[in-house]
């Protein structure tokens, strides 16, 4: 069984006042394809600065998002491959 290997970085920014953080996740398949998508964690202006909890808030929404871009992808796919006997459904 071939084993493959995906790499995905993500790449998160705080604002100056860690009130936004914005994280990017860039998914290189083997093939040379690059998805990308971005997820934000706002800190509510009542709480105290918590930087990894909006890390990990940015972080999992951006990849949350590429899993649905790749799902997307994947049916899409599917549907080109199927033909036009299954287009009318």
């Known amino acids: ?10 790449f998160v920014n705080e604002d100056d006042n860690d009130d936004v953080t914005t994280a990017t996740a860039v998914l290189y398949t083997p093939t ?5 998508s971005v997820g934000r964690a ?10 990894d909890i ?3 808030l940015a972080a999992g929404r951006a990849l949350a998002d ?3 871009k ?5 049916a899409e796919d599917v549907a080109q ?8 459904y």
Do not use: C, F, Q
């Not at 706002?42 to 600065?49: L, Y």
């Not at 790749?70 to 994947?74: E, N, R």
């Open 1 to 10: 069984m071939e084993s493959k290997r995906w790499t995905v970085e993500i």
């Open 32 to 36: 040379g394809r690059r998805h990308e």
């Open 42 to 51: 706002r800190r509510n202006p009542a709480d105290r600065p918590v930087p």
């Open 54 to 56: 909006g890390d990990e």
């Open 66 to 68: 590429l899993g649905a």
């Open 70 to 74: 790749l799902i997307g992808d994947g």
């Open 81 to 88: 491959l199927a033909g036009p006997a299954y287009e009318s």
